[in-house]
């Protein structure tokens, strides 16, 4: 049974930097064909994707975050990391870990809310 635990620090001051932790059990990252994303659903918006790494150690970010995120992974621990500098104020909102392979996988997601 695949499963995915986020973490994070919850409450960040704006222009700092986000670091956030998911956890997977049940599967090997590295395991074919699978892919580990990072979504956020922020308060009046929808789910937003933020970019992926693949079973390959491959990561995108995708434009609207590029300049700020940035998504890698732990090999030993089974870990999937993402981070975010910069943030502001509209960067609040719950952070998840999703994985895909044949099927869909969403870990229960973090709140993250930024401090003007």
């Known amino acids: 049974q695949v499963q995915l635990q986020e973490s994070g620090p919850g409450l960040v001051n704006a222009s700092q930097t986000l670091s956030l932790t998911c956890t997977v059990s049940g599967v090997s990252i590295t395991a074919a064909n699978y892919y580990w994303n990072w979504r956020r659903q922020s308060p009046g918006k929808g789910l937003e994707w933020i970019?992926?790494?693949?079973?390959?150690?491959?990561?995108h970010v995708t434009e609207s975050f590029k300049r700020r995120a940035s998504i890698s992974r732990d090999d030993k621990k089974n870990t999937i990391y993402l981070s975010m500098n910069n943030l502001k104020p509209e960067d609040t909102g719950i952070y998840y870990c999703?994985?895909?392979?044949?099927?869909?996988?969403w870990g229960q997601g973090t709140q993250v809310t930024v401090s003007s």
């Open positions: 970019g992926y790494i693949t079973y390959s150690g491959n990561a």
């Open positions: 999703q994985g895909w392979d044949k099927q869909i996988y």
